[in-house]
């Protein structure tokens, strides 16, 4: 029997889904995060039985971000209880690693330095040296809020409100949290940018060879710019309306916000995911849109791409443009995974341009 191009697991979380990460090792292994307090480890490997629930992971409080650590057994957690977690998912058991003053919207990993950072709503990050687990970890205070983290081998995307895109350079930010202990720092970052979305910032990727990132809003925008300084680069950058329907009489569109952004990690493609219940993917340099799906039953909430770039997982709840009173994500809570088609996720160079409409 020919594998199912898309599948659903069958024991989803019972509220909204936060965030989605696949393993760096095991295309087939899946981290969720939730708000029902739990962050969720699943094999997809049996399609027909809609995937296996390994193990969930009990926290305080909902869990905001996941992200796995230096093999397919270590995770971290950051959450509305203000921690941020150490995972290991074999034993089960979770280490604090920092406390900030507020929730912990996001967390990465860096394998390359060996350096995990969190972003906090008290507008601080912190950088632990997983080297020395014992030292403190380095805070370095931002100018705003943080609202997503994205990173390369070499570089931390930063994307906080007031616009403001901060750009730091992690060979010597991993210097700084190996000599200090505990220190709160004053690091200026390597670029500080504005960004080109007039409209809260929802979610920041990275592209997989490190030459930029994308951005996308609240308001069915994303924006695609690249790191190298020079005037040339920079004249390159873009930004284009998406993720929006046409209101019954077609007289104006239903604008819905851009929640998720993902990077296909070979062909270096990306998704989109929004409140209209729609992903699809875009060719970055090429400025189209190579494919759209069907529509989902309810508000993309976050995307993932295996480490071989053979799945795609979204995660699917209710959001806001519903405008209901009381948010709820029990029971419509949805995580799908698609198998992409050998050529599904590649760059169209010859297609002409569909939706990609500059801003």
Sequence with gaps: MAPAIQFELSQPPSDAVSSLTFAPESPTLLLVSSWDKHAYLYDTQDQESGGKLIEKYEHRAPVLDVCFGADDNEAFSAGMDWQVKRIDLKAGEQTVLSTHGAPVKSVVYSKEHSLLISASWDSTLHFHDLKNPQKEPTTITLPAKPHSLAI?????????????????????????????NGAISELKPWQQRESPLKFMTRDVACMP?????????????????????????????????????????????????????????????????GGDGIVALWDANAKRRTRQYQKYPASVAALAFSSNGKYLAIGVCPGFENGQEEYTGEGATHVYVRELGENEAKPKEAKEAKGAKEA
């Design 209 to 273: 060879n490190g030459d930029g990132y994308a951005t996308s809003s609240i308001e069915g925008r994303v924006a695609v710019e690249w790191f190298d300084p020079s005037t040339e680069s920079q004249a390159r950058k873009y930004a284009f309306k998406c993720h929006r329907q046409p209101n019954a009489d077609e007289t104006v569109d239903i604008v819905y916000p851009v929640n998720a952004l993902a990077f296909h990690p070979i062909h270096g493609t990306f998704a989109s995911g």
């Design 152 to 180: 390369t081998a070499s570089k931390l995307v930063v994307a906080m409100s007031s616009r403001l895109v901060y750009i730091y350079e992690l060979k010597p930010t991993a210097m700084l949290a190996s000599q200090a």
